[in-house]
């Protein structure tokens, strides 16, 4: 099991930044690929970012440009760093992790452990 926490959800408005945290424990954060989707309500679950163990990383076009997915593996802590927030941004986030480090992953099925989730609302 590698449990994972997610922090920093709230409601913003159109226009604003917002800063999710991923926090890991168990083995070396570098022996993990790690990954943030998305939920809106009535919808499937959706690729927002990912990034392997070296910092090489990628984003659902829907983000490219204003999220990024810095991590810090002395802090066992990915971050999902989200600018300029549209209303189509509000869903609950999940942090992902594959024991895979090299995996850069897009689908739910290339990840093996999930976090709780954390709700994004952005308002107009």
């Known amino acids: 099991q590698v449990p994972l926490v997610e922090s920093g959800g709230g409601l913003v408005q159109a226009g604003d930044s917002l800063r999710l945290s991923c926090a890991a424990s168990?083995?070396?954060?570098?022996?993990?690929?790690m990954g943030w989707f998305r939920q809106a309500p009535g919808k499937e679950r959706e690729f927002v970012a990912a990034?392997?163990?070296?910092?090489?990383?990628t984003y659902a076009d829907s983000v490219k440009g204003r999220f990024t997915i810095p991590r810090d593996n002395a802090k066992n802590t990915v971050y999902l760093q989200m600018n300029r927030l549209k209303p189509e941004d509000t869903a609950v986030y999940y942090c992902?992790?594959?024991?895979?480090?090299?995996?850069?992953?897009?689908?739910?099925?290339?990840?093996?452990?999930w976090g709780q989730g954390t709700q994004v609302t952005v308002s107009s």
């Open positions: 168990g083995r070396s954060f570098s022996d993990y690929a």
């Open positions: 990034i392997i163990w070296s910092g090489v990383n």
């Open positions: 992902a992790a594959t024991t895979n480090p090299f995996k850069l992953g897009s689908t739910t099925s290339d990840y093996n452990y």
